[in-house]
């Protein structure tokens, strides 16, 4: 191998029989151990893991190490130093010499700390020296994400606070009264319920009292789970919830329900949950079962489903993160997000079986009226349900910045026949070749815009490292394209439109029927400079810049139904060289603007196709997207 010929990173992962990692780093070592090493094994282990390779610059050129044996001995010496790293989260087979055909390299493979084990810190002082990662990098974390990270290492509960200062009379003691109403139904011979309502509060969870200090009272649990409108905003500040449902194709039709903390209601999370679970199932098409003894089943594996996906929002919800409870219900699909992290890697998720619930209180509460297990089965039956119809395996995503899981519920076929059209024009003879996960990676980059390491595992179940192999092998045979590294690496479908960006097709249709673009479109061009006027802005907006871009965004005004992948590659080249505000782009594609941010603009700045112009803000009302770089 040349030095300077790039490495490709995958290949000495599949060499060490390592995973592909979730991030992957190039350091040069010149000069020894660099110091900036430390930043990133912080910030790998408090994030999803990752590899560092040493000796290689950050083009993917091979430098070398000149001395293996010092620079690792100088490493160990290091990260077993208190007073440089609170925690060594490695061991031996987690540092390997490498060699090259010109120099030797030395790879460290970086765990993802447990809930336990976080913050994994630089110094003596955890808030000022804890790092995370970004699509951007290395970044010093607040003093809130650190306070997060305390916090769900306590083996305390963060439901099981108490209020100083809440008693009963902030309850609606209405929701407290259905909530027992529901607990007989499903248990009719429980014990707690011949308690009074603070009995029954205290077994629930929802009053404590500390044995250390003595002080007594409504815990967070309780007031979540039975609280009145005011209390919950002034004992929660950051408290929301909100359901969304849009189910018309009519782009002026914003929401055709929504469910919202509006004043009218109790926005309880008991409350809550009985409103949504009712409209999230209640178009659903599917046939009636048969019980044993011949009675028509209330409920499908999908209902079961759908049902585990909201109280699985709930329970391990952050309350005090950003963004709030929200939940959407589209024609076809369903999404749940909360705010926070996962407690558990992404493998031990999948997997199922493990529990580890940040608000324990709420998934007793929720357990005793038949929403909820503890043996951490939640996942696998919304697995099983979407599986016993041959839908798309769910899919589930955590971001950063504001720290954020959700999951989406797609209605849509394993396999669509339309997909399979696509494939077999594109590829010809040479689809029939293509094994079963081979094609099903191929239909998820078709149908999803792209394909990774992550989404394969939650589609097919492989091991990571044959996930690798065989998203590699399809980029050898130049089925898929890969951009990216490590946890950013994404899979597309080859370009076919014979043009020099290999990234996007179809885009050449943009132009098509230019004169009639202009209809209805008055909106684009109001208000066109508010994203405009900092100084700094990175291209200064004009009529014939509008014109252009409102030809560049034609093809999302003419299909209603546009491939993810090409709405996607129309986003990119609207915000190429300048600053997008959310809702001109929702007026240029006529896209609705909260339904732009969650199903493209979140996603593609976590895969660092976009940046923010506010990262440290990113709910601003005036937040703007640009392409990166």
Known sequence: MNRNQPINPLDILVRLNWDEGDDLEFKSAKGGLPGSIWETYSAMAN?????????????????GVDDPRKLKKSFWDTINNRGKVNINLLNDADLAEVPQASATIIAIRVPRATRYQRPVFLGQNPLTG?????????????????????????????????????????????????YRQRLASHKPTHPWLSEDDKGLLIKLGGWRRDRSSGEEGLTVAGLLMFGR?????????????DYREKLSQDPAVRWTDRLTMDGTWNPNLFQFYLRVAQRVAADLKLPFQLDSDLFRKGETDVHEAIREALTNALIHADYNGQG????????????????GTLLISFDQLM??????????????????????????????????GWASQHWRSPMVREQVQPDRVSWRLPMVSLIPDESIQRLQGLFGNRYSRFNANEVQALVTADLEGAVDNARM??????????????????????ALVQHGKGRWSRYRLPDTSGGSDPMYRDVHSVHKDADSVHKGLHSVHKDADSVYKADDSVHKNDVDDQD????????????????????EQLILRLCKDR????????????RHPDNLRSRFLTPMVAHGLLRLRYPDKPNRTDQAYTTEG
């Not at 994030?47 to 430098?63: A, K, T, Y």
């Not at 709030?324 to 076809?332: F, L, T, W």
């Not at 252009?548 to 709405?567: C, G, S």
């Open 47 to 63: 994030s999803h893991g990752g590899v560092i390779l040493l000796g290689v610059e950050d083009d993917g050129r091979v430098s």
């Open 130 to 178: 804890t790092f995370r990662r970004n699509f951007e990098g290395d970044y010093r974390c607040t003093e809130q994400e650190v306070g997060r990270m305390l916090s769900d290492r306590s083996e305390s509960p963060a439901d099981s606070r108490i209020l100083a200062h809440f008693g009963l009379e902030d309850l609606d003691l209405a929701s407290l009264q259905q």
């Open 229 to 241: 409108d005011e209390t919950l905003r002034e004992g929660l500040p950051g408290y929301n919830v």
């Open 324 to 339: 709030g409870i929200v939940v959407e219900k589209y024609r076809d699909a369903f999404e749940f997000s909360n705010p």
């Open 351 to 384: 997997r199922g079986n493990i529990s580890e619930c940040r608000n324990k209180s709420l998934q007793t509460m929720f357990m005793l009226m038949g929403a909820a297990e503890k043996a951490g089965s939640g996942v696998d039956k919304i697995r099983r």
């Open 457 to 478: 595992r939650q589609i097919c179940g492989a091991h990571a490292a044959d996930i690798t192999r065989l998203l590699q092998d399809l980029v050898s045979q130049g």
């Open 548 to 567: 252009a871009l409102v030809n560049l965004a034609a093809p999302a005004r003419e299909n209603r139904r546009l491939e993810t992948k090409t709405m």
């Open 579 to 590: 600053w997008m505000s959310r809702k001109q782009l929702a007026d240029l594609l006529q």
